[in-house]
């Protein structure tokens, strides 16, 4: 296969999907399916979201899930020709992430992404460990941070919700949050904050690693369907991956419109999933409903804007339930799981009416529609070869973010042992890194953050739970 074999490849497939809206008949659609597997390249409609593009919060975070062998080396992938206008949008590469019903790798694409005001992204990697190999979770830290800090394991949450009334509807409850506080953890307890439109807050939570785990102060990010455009994950198969000169250009979208009505949480990989997860086996293997989710001990920042957003409407939460039921419940109620599977239904018109279950469109077709909410400009040629080395930068920030969290140092004072106290060390500015608030347009600069509670030493932890126990989730 020749390097630009499998982009020409989605981008057809990314044309098919457009077209198939218009009409194309039922034959092209499923000679397209056939070509699928022939060729080894699946498009999915479902999978994994790119952690830089949404980052899950929990409280109680454990180490990340391990899997027998590590992934493939990284593919060649090529920025797409189209990007969302702003001076705050860029390119992140995609990465593998593991697939538990193939047993298999698949590939979550790049994004285009627009970056949360002051924050650089630390992009997560699978390293070796004792059960084979295991995944340490990417996050947004502070543009400005020059250093890691690593902390011993924080207490189990003591969250129980809002211990006073919201000031108004225009409220929402922010949770409390375990701190380092002069040598000890002490808790700082939720309060009420203002919600801004078209912003969401990510609270205050921590992420795992083999050094330690590392606070990550809560942020305003960019509503969903102003964070850029979410590529769907695509799954090659191993003689795909050893073509000569391979590479891979994204072209098939996540509609952000109807991605919200099929999200799931997976506490214990630290990811998003979108698509068909309904069936009852999902929950039992730790991918929640999101709504289910969110509750007194977890909190998911995605559905406390959406209950914000419908803060009029008191049916709302009943009619997510009676929707994520339904689908539960029956299998046709659900959306595809594969691009060559929603052209077939589009094209013979199956479910045509259903638009929540119609999750990719073309790239093409959004950088067109008068109805999106982004405005999309051509990359010019040497601005996307500048992107498409960014993957050589991110791999090189990502494998120093590895040998520092797994390769054994010398510990000093200042960098002890972590179940003795924290471990600062000196890191590197990431690649992917935004602008400060004040340096952007009206628009992208995030609200002001009102000043948290001073933290309480005085209130007594929990005694620490069993993962597997704490990984429950009420079922819907």
Known sequence: MKGHHVSKLCAFMGLVALCAGFGWNKAMAVQRSQADDEDGVQVLTRGPVHEAFAETVTFDPDPGIAVKHGPPDPIEEIAPDQRPEGRNVTWIPGYWAWD??????????????????????????????????????GYWADAQASEIEYLPEPPETVETGPNVDAPSADYT??????????????????????????????????????????????????????????????????????????????????DLAVFTDHLFVRPRYQHYYFGDYYAPSYQDAGI???????????YDPIYAQQRWQHRSDRDWAQRV????????????????????????????????????????????????????????KSVDPDERKQFTQRRQEVQRFREERQTLETTAADRSAQDSPRGDGPARVKFRKSPIAANAGAELGTDDAPPTRRAAPRPDPKVERKQKKAAEKRDHREKP
């Open 100 to 137: 538990d019903e193939r047993n298999d790798f698949l590939w979550v694409s790049g994004i285009w992404r627009a970056l949360p005001p002051g924050r650089q992204w630390v992009c997560g990697y699978w390293g070796k460990s004792r059960q084979g190999f295991q995944w340490t979770s």
């Open 173 to 254: 409850w922010i949770p409390g949050c375990w701190v380092w506080y002069d040598g000890r953890y002490a808790w700082r307890s939720g309060y009420w904050e203002r919600v801004q439109p078209n912003w969401v807050w990510v609270p205050d939570h921590y992420v795992w690693a083999p050094r330690g785990y590392v606070f990550v102060e809560g942020y305003w990010d960019y509503a969903v369907g102003r964070r850029g455009v979410l590529f769907a994950p695509v799954y090659f198969d191993a003689r795909v991956r050893a073509r000569p000169s391979f590479s891979y250009s994204p072209a098939t979208v996540i």
């Open 288 to 298: 929640y409903a999101s709504f289910s989710f969110h509750n007194d001990n977890s």
């Open 321 to 376: 339930l009676t929707d994520f039921t339904n689908r539960r419940d029956h299998e046709e109620a659900r959306p595809p799981r594969t691009l060559a599977i929603q052209i077939a239904l589009s094209a013979r018109n199956a479910r045509s009416n259903e638009k929540s279950l119609v999750l990719a469109t073309a790239l093409e077709r959004l950088a067109t529609s008068q109805d999106s909410p982004l405005r999309f």
